[in-house]
T-cell receptor
């Protein structure tokens, strides 16, 4: 199985930057995904990394280091609507996704 | 509107009863998945299907069964529900199983077993 760790909760101020870390141990690696999930809703795709480095998509960026088993999701210029859970998921050698427990981000005015 | 639908939205069920959660997608995706989401545990894979006619077991398959008779539908059946199956169930699909294929999630079914 996979072992995926991410912080349970984070709080930040509107307009600030927050970095959500994810560490993983996996047998085989075929990519790392970040999903956003608002309370009571379905997860929605944010980003995908398979090679080392930074992927930027507007206010959101995701970084991957395969040698360190480490990723982070960077949320810039935080808005109230960014209050949600952020799920780190690893695709292992069997192509199935394993999810971390999620990080709940609360944005305060 | 293209996407994934799940039914019912929520259900309260007596222990021992049989229940089928329905999932339909109209994106012609080959792969489909069932997850359960419990507080503090994240999403856990119950069963999956890489293509119509095939299914496989995920991380927590006990007490659940699935079928994939066609591309669009992927029902999940609880043969005899138990309280530990109280959870939010998400169905998901992806175009295939290639590395870059993201999964698209349905709105979820909130199931309570008493």
């Amino acid at each position: 199985g996979q072992n995926i760790d991410q912080p349970t909760e984070m709080t930040a101020t509107e307009g600030a930057i927050v970095q959500i870390n994810c560490t993983y141990q996996t047998s085989g690696f075929n990519g790392l995904f970040w999903y956003q999930q608002h309370a009571g809703e379905a997860p929605t795709f944010l980003s995908y990394n398979v090679l080392d480095g930074l992927e930027e998509k507007g206010r959101f960026s995701s970084f991957l280091s395969r040698s360190k088993g480490y990723s982070y999701l960077l949320l810039k210029e935080l808005q109230m609507k960014d209050s949600a859970s952020y799920l780190c998921a690893v695709r292992a050698g069997d192509y199935k996704l394993s999810f971390g427990a999620g990080t709940t981000v609360t944005v305060r005015a | 509107i293209a996407g994934i639908t799940q039914a019912p939205t929520s259900q309260i069920l007596a222990a021992g009863r049989r229940m089928t959660l329905r999932c339909t997608q109209d994106m012609r995706h080959n792969a489909m998945y069932w997850y359960r989401q419990d507080l503090g545990l994240g999403l856990r894979l119950i069963h999956y299907s890489n293509t119509a006619g095939t299914t496989g077991k995920g991380e927590v398959p006990d007490g659940y069964s699935v079928s994939r008779a066609n591309t669009d539908d992927f029902p999940l059946t609880l043969a005899s529900a138990v309280p530990s199956q109280t959870s939010v169930y998400f169905c998901a699909s992806s175009p295939g199983t290639s590395d870059y294929n993201e999964q698209f999630f349905g709105p979820g079914t909130r199931l309570t077993v008493l």
